[in-house]
């Protein structure tokens, strides 16, 4: 199966550095996030720390409907912050039917 474009900037923030993966790890960050990406599997208190991280950056968030713990290599991870702007948009603009803008409103 050929690997989407999106798995690819994601492996690009990973090689870089400008990915931080968990909600853990990302409350410890200050700024500096323009996108979030949550797995489609996360639980609802995954989702409620997805859309608080959303409010505090500014930032969208994808929802991966598949593959997202292959995407980011790390088993039971469920929320990732992508540090880079120009790959943020890449994969903002990747048109990847796997990842979705989450547009609701709550939980």
């Not at 923030?13 to 200050?30: M, W």
Request: hydrophobic share 40%; charged share 20%; net charge positive.
């Amino acid at each position: 199966m050929a690997q989407s474009k999106v798995r690819s900037y994601i492996g690009f923030c990973i090689k870089s550095g400008k990915i931080t993966l968990g909600s853990n790890a990302i409350a410890t960050l200050k700024g500096g996030v323009y996108l979030l990406i949550l797995d489609g599997k996360a639980a609802k208190n995954s989702l409620r720390y997805a859309l608080k991280f959303k409010n505090k950056f500014a930032c969208p968030l994808l929802v991966c409907t598949d593959g997202f713990e292959e995407a980011v290599n790390k088993p039971m991870c469920r929320l990732a912050a992508i540090k880079d702007k120009s790959l943020a948009e890449a994969i903002l603009n990747s048109g990847d039917s796997s990842y979705q803008l989450y547009t609701g409103g709550g939980e």
